[in-house]
């Protein structure tokens, strides 16, 4: 029972937490860094009451009045008591969000605190890398370990660049606005790429006791949605959320009633939700009728088009997909890059072909500790007959990974050489 109590709590904090420090933030002037704290001080307050007296039948309302409560108790402290009720009324309960106005793009206001507050996040008085990992940490829920997994960078690492980010922006006061249309190109980057990190890691977690967690997907869905809605002539935006509506087609067959992983080839492709295909692919279409052919979450799409096409696992294209993949390397070189177009060579053409592309990589520090590289050797060494290695490789990508039902599966596949 405890322990159900604290995976559901767990689960709240995650979904709550970035409505809360975004509406926060807005009601602090942008002070991301003491929404934060306000929120955190909310979550104990809940942590020490809910397991006594049970949880709420709503938690997010009762977290957004605590957390209003505070941020009020704050200003008041400030000696502004009257002009911030007035200044604030609005802020004080939630607020539907706006119907977009596309009339000249992202002109003055998003009317979304969530995205808002990314925008903010990714003010060019950042480095780009702390605007991903500073939003990430407050609008994605993820933690500095999770978002060092996605960097393939030391944890330490991450969390100085939040911390440095959060003071950057206080000491710039910078303003809890949009950017106007001159400055969007610049910020859109970070913002798209936030995106696509959240929707990733919800959609293979990199640890914990779930192969997914669908609530980061369906949040990083709302979000490209609406960016998409209020940007359509943006081939990158559009290219984006064609990646992500496609991926996010195959979660219902990506597990087993046991909750363990099935990879792509052995998904029932009949529990693919087929009209979320439809919708990416509309959005692909756009994207490349926008001439956004050579962008990277285009050709990410269409690769994962590709997947999509097949009806039968044996039916897909693997030597379009490696040309794809080849393409994405040359626009933004990456050694996951590189691994994937191995893969998809392997598929194409034979695990001999593939192999000293794999054992190149091999000598890539970046990919050290990168359990996926070790799964793919040990798929490309069983296919080679060598046991002893594959079996081996397996299992080092069994100690590389922190997720559980990753883990299983490949000690599965260890023991099944």
Not at 109 to 134: E, K, Q, T, Y
Not at 262 to 282: F, N, V
Not at 347 to 369: E, K, S
Request: with cysteine; glycine share 6%; net charge neutral.
């Amino acid at each position: 029972m405890e322990t159900a109590l604290s995976q559901r709590m767990d689960t709240l904090w995650r979904m709550e937490s970035p409505g809360l420090i975004a509406r926060l933030a807005r009601m602090l002037g942008g002070d991301v860094g003491r929404a934060e704290e306000l929120a955190q001080d909310t979550w104990l307050a809940a942590l020490e009451r809910w397991p006594e007296q049970g949880v709420p039948d709503n938690p997010g309302a009762w977290l957004m009045t605590t957390a209003r409560n505070r941020a009020i108790d704050v200003l008041r402290q400030h000696q502004r008591v009257a002009g911030q009720h007035a200044l604030h009324a609005s802020a004080l309960e939630p607020l539907p969000l706006r119907a977009p106005d596309d009339s000249d793009g992202l002109q003055d206001d998003i009317g979304d605190d969530l995205l808002r507050l990314m925008f903010v996040a990714c003010h060019p008085v950042l480095p780009p890398d702390a605007r991903v990992a500073l939003t990430l940490r407050l609008l994605g829920g993820l933690t500095t370990e999770e978002i060092a997994r996605a960097f393939l960078v030391p944890e330490a690492t991450i969390a100085q660049r939040i911390v440095r980010a959060k003071r950057t922006l206080a000491q710039k006061q910078v303003p809890f606005d949009v950017p106007r249309q001159a400055a969007l190109p610049e910020r859109l980057a970070s913002v798209l790429e936030v995106v696509y990190l959240v929707f990733n890691e919800g959609y293979a977690a990199s640890a914990g006791t779930d192969w997914m967690r669908p609530a980061l997907c369906e949040e990083a869905l709302r979000l490209g949605r609406v960016l998409a809605h209020r940007l359509p002539t943006w081939p990158q935006v559009q290219g984006l959320l064609a990646l992500m509506e496609l991926q996010a087609s195959r979660m219902a067959a990506r597990t087993d009633a046991a909750g363990l992983p099935i990879l792509l080839p052995d998904q029932d492709r009949a529990r693919w939700d087929w009209l979320q295909i439809g919708r990416g692919q509309a959005a692909l279409q756009q994207a490349l009728g926008l001439g956004g052919d050579a962008h990277p979450y285009v050709l990410q799409a269409a690769i994962a088009d590709c997947h999509a096409r097949a009806r039968r696992s044996e039916d897909t294209d693997w030597a379009r997909i490696a040309a794809l993949y080849a393409q994405l390397a040359r626009l933004q070189p990456s050694p996951v890059v590189e691994l994937n177009r191995a893969v998809a060579v392997s598929r194409a053409q034979g695990a001999a072909a593939a192999w000293p592309l794999v054992a190149q990589l091999g000598n890539d520090a970046r990919l050290r500790d990168y359990a996926p590289l070790a799964a793919v050797q040990g798929d490309l060494l069983a296919q080679l007959g060598q046991h002893a290695l594959a079996r081996a490789a397996f299992e080092r990508a069994a100690a590389l990974t922190a997720n559980e039902p990753e883990k299983a599966l490949l000690l599965a596949r260890a023991a099944a050489v």
